[in-house]
């Protein structure tokens, strides 16, 4: 079974910490590099941060320094750490592989996403 369980999101005051969790079915997590992602009011999603199966990471300039993407293979999880949070990061957070993970066949196929865990940052 296909799935991406976010949870962790929240309103926080600029300046605040918040740590989402995402777990993952084996058929997605595998060895595949893990990413979050978040999409703000009226803007296209984009990608946040990324972690390899074997640790690597990259961020995005605008969260570099202060989020922190992590994973746990044993456990099929992908979390992600956000200090000294600020209004622009709200959104809606969702995990997916990288690039993201796509199900169905032919003309059915598409991406999967998760529900995604709202985050709100007030100034």
């Known amino acids: 079974q296909v799935q991406l369980v976010e949870s962790g999101g929240g309103l926080v005051q600029a300046g605040g910490s918040l740590r989402l969790s995402c777990a993952a079915s084996?058929?997605?997590?595998?060895?595949?590099?893990m990413a979050w992602y978040r999409q703000a009011p009226r803007k296209q999603r984009e990608r946040v941060a990324s972690?390899?199966?074997?640790?690597?990471?990259n961020y995005d300039d605008s969260v570099k320094g202060r989020f922190t993407i992590s994973r746990d293979n044993a456990k099929n999880t992908v979390s992600l750490q956000m200090n000294s949070l600020k209004p622009e990061d709200t959104g809606l957070y969702y995990c997916?592989?990288?690039?993201?993970?796509?199900?169905?066949?032919?003309?059915?196929?598409?991406?999967?996403w998760g529900q995604g865990t709202q985050v709100t940052v007030s100034s």
């Open positions: 972690i390899t199966f074997g640790g690597s990471t």
């Open positions: 084996g058929s997605i997590f595998s060895l595949n590099t």
């Open positions: 997916n592989t990288n690039p993201p993970f796509k199900s169905g066949l032919g003309r059915d196929r598409r991406e999967y």
